[in-house]
């Protein structure tokens, strides 16, 4: 499908380079790509937002752990992880 854009000199200038150094045939395919690129970050953003929605329902109904339990358990499990890298703990 055919669309006119505004670009600012910048941009232009730049998808221009690209095109020049051979990365791109045309800036049209400079901006498929950019467009491509957003689509995906915007897509990977979702499916983190939602794996975080999920998680905090989760945490909402699992069992609840005060601070200074979590703070054992984290450094019980830092010594660990040391030990097996033969690091002190």
Same mark, same amino acid.
């Given at each position: ?5 505004s ?7 730049? /998808?221009?380079t ?9 800036v ?12 995906g970050? =915007?897509? !990977? ?5 939602a /794996?975080?929605r ?6 909402r109904e699992?069992?609840?752990?005060? /601070?200074?339990?979590m703070?054992?358990? =984290?450094s ?9 890298? !033969?690091l002190?703990?």
């Open positions: 499908m055919k669309s006119s854009v670009l600012t000199d910048e941009q232009y200038a730049f /998808a221009r690209l095109v020049d150094a051979g990365r791109y045939s045309s049209s395919s400079v901006l498929q790509q950019g467009l491509d690129l957003l689509r970050r =915007l897509d !990977g953003e979702e499916l983190e937002r /794996a975080l999920e998680l905090l329902a989760r945490r699992g069992e609840f752990v005060p /601070a200074e339990e703070e054992r358990r =984290l019980r499990a830092i010594a660990a992880k040391r030990r097996s890298h !033969g002190p703990s």
